[in-house]
């Protein structure tokens, strides 16, 4: 296993999230404003995430408001977890993260697994004697499980908890998208039951590897991708742009500049040309 594909550190401000829209195609005027920094603000969505990048230049790094809770999330495809839990929890340990999203972690079943050190997994799979193809999980820091109010493991490619974080409830979601366009809507349908069943007052949180490439059209997507991601948009990718702007959810990791070797999570060396494939996203 390499290192953890994606991270995010984010301020959870003191806002609800409302009541969300149902789909629809994004237009450029569903978008909403311009905004110099990253939010999820529309017209619709009443609960901003905003989301702490880092300081302004010639300042120092911000310090949280009294009733905000700083907290710090990840994304890993572990591509089969059996037996690498330990190297799992040390890996998350030197990340210095809370919570991470897994994906593919071929899991039998669904519950809950002490590992070390006090983090505790929450795991879906499929049912004993069926075969293998996703499985999902979110790994909780040993300071976080106390405050676990619900687990909702809803089948091999989406799981989701709720959590409370400081004076905040969280509706935090890992989910797996299928390689294929086809089974693409139906996983996007599953995704959407969950989200609109979540609370009014949290705020939403959605992890994963969604196989998908969105592209860097900030201006047509604007408030749901930034520019720092790779040029290339797919059929999944543009369900998933626009199931975002729907839903008034916005792709984290396109808001920040990332190194040249942290633009892409893999690739495939043919004899013609490299492939490169980037699509675990944090989405908030």
């Known amino acids: 296993m390499g290192a953890a594909s994606s991270t995010e550190k984010q301020e959870w401000s003191h806002a609800p999230h409302g009541n969300r829209r149902g789909a629809g195609t994004a237009r450029r005027k569903d978008i ?69 999203g897994l994906a593919s972690t071929h899991s039998l079943g669904s519950g809950t697994q002490l590992l070390e050190r006090g983090w505790t997994l929450f795991f879906s799979g499929v049912l004993h004697g069926e075969r293998c193809q996703a499985g999902v999980g979110l790994l909780i820091a040993p300071q976080l499980s106390r405050h676990v109010l619900e687990f909702s493991p809803v089948n091999e490619r989406v799981v989701s908890l709720r959590l409370r974080a400081g004076d905040r409830c969280l509706t935090i979601v890992s989910a797996y998208g299928p390689n294929g366009s086809v089974e693409y809507p139906t996983f996007l349908e599953t995704l959407r039951g969950v989200l609109e069943s979540a609370q009014t007052g949290d705020s939403i949180v959605l992890l994963g590897d969604f196989n998908a490439h969105v592209g860097n059209d900030s201006d047509t997507w604007r408030g749901v991708i930034g520019r720092n991601s790779p040029p290339d948009l797919n059929s999944c990718g543009f369900l998933l742009l626009d199931f975002c702007a729907s839903h008034g959810l916005s792709i984290m990791n396109t808001m920040f500049k990332h190194k040249g070797a942290h633009q892409y999570t893999w690739y495939q060396d043919t004899s013609c040309h490299l492939t490169f494939g980037r699509m675990s996203w944090t989405l908030g």
């Open 32 to 100: 909403g404003p311009p905004s110099r920094r990253p939010t999820t603000r529309r017209k619709e969505h009443k609960g901003p995430v905003q989301c702490v990048l880092g300081s302004s230049h010639g300042r120092g790094p911000r310090r949280p408001k009294p009733w905000t809770k700083n907290l710090a999330f990840g994304t890993w495809n572990v591509t089969s977890l059996g037996g690498k839990e330990p190297e799992l929890v040390r890996e998350v340990e030197r990340y210095q993260l809370e919570i991470v």
